[in-house]
């Protein structure tokens, strides 16, 4: 089954404890990409990954850390989380030059992260 | 990036058809305007992408008038399952950011 998994589902942590919430997509995608979602703002791109090695930086990457060290894989780095980085992230992946045309976004379950 | 502007919210009844309107002045040539749905704690799912005139699916109509500055879409005989927060995106389908807006709330009432 094509899906997009992140780990882990639920976090609570503690400010400045270095934490990684991992993506994998099973769809052999070159595109992947990490969002924010809080209430009032909607969804905002943190980082996303055009392919291996190649990161660059979305709206609101500050305090966030990504490596992309092969295809599958995307996952989301917290250096020392903050009580502002309290959020649901999602991870997306995209397949831009593959048959479907639309160019569709596929989501994770998402994370739900708490610092306190 | 084109950016694009939708209604914060919007009301219907069950059996209705709701329109939900994008306006995107910005639009380049290669842009493609894509709607995703989502539902709370879940992550957004494509809906229905469109490029001009009308689109049509099992879910959804998208109507794009000839000048590409605004999009519709369209939902026949929503119910309350509809209930949930449509994007309505604007940009290229090969390997570039998108980027989502706030999204227009839409409740459907019985």
């Known amino acids: 089954e094509a899906q997009v998994t992140q780990n882990p589902r639920y976090l609570i942590t503690v400010t400045g404890k270095k934490l990684t919430v991992t993506c994998s997509q099973n769809m052999n995608h070159e595109y992947m990409s990490w969002y924010r979602q809080d209430p009032g703002l909607g969804l905002r791109q943190i980082y996303y990954s055009m392919n291996v090695e190649v990161t660059d930086k979305g709206d609101v990457p500050e305090g966030y850390k990504v490596s992309r060290k092969e295809k599958r894989n995307f996952p989301l780095i917290l250096e020392s989380p903050s009580p502002n980085q309290t959020s649901l992230y999602f991870c997306?992946?995209?397949?831009?030059?593959?048959?479907?045309?639309?160019?569709?976004?596929?989501f994770g379950e998402g994370s739900r992260l708490t610092v306190l | 990036l084109a950016k694009t502007t939708q209604p914060i919210s919007m009301d219907s009844y069950e059996g209705q058809e709701v329109n939900i309107t994008c306006s995107h002045n910005n639009i380049a040539t290669n842009d493609y305007i894509t709607w995703y749905q989502q539902f709370p704690s879940q992550g957004p799912r494509f809906i229905i992408q469109?490029?001009?005139t009308k689109v049509t699916n099992e879910v959804a109509s998208l109507f794009i008038p000839a000048d590409r500055k605004s999009s519709t879409l369209s939902l026949p005989r929503v119910s309350l399952s509809d209930t949930a927060v449509y994007y309505c995106l604007v940009g290229e389908t090969g390997n570039t950011p998108l980027v989502f807006g706030k999204g227009t709330r839409l409740s459907v009432i019985a």
């Open positions: 997306a992946s995209r397949d831009p030059s593959g048959l479907a045309d639309t160019g569709e976004l596929f």
């Open positions: 469109g490029y001009k």
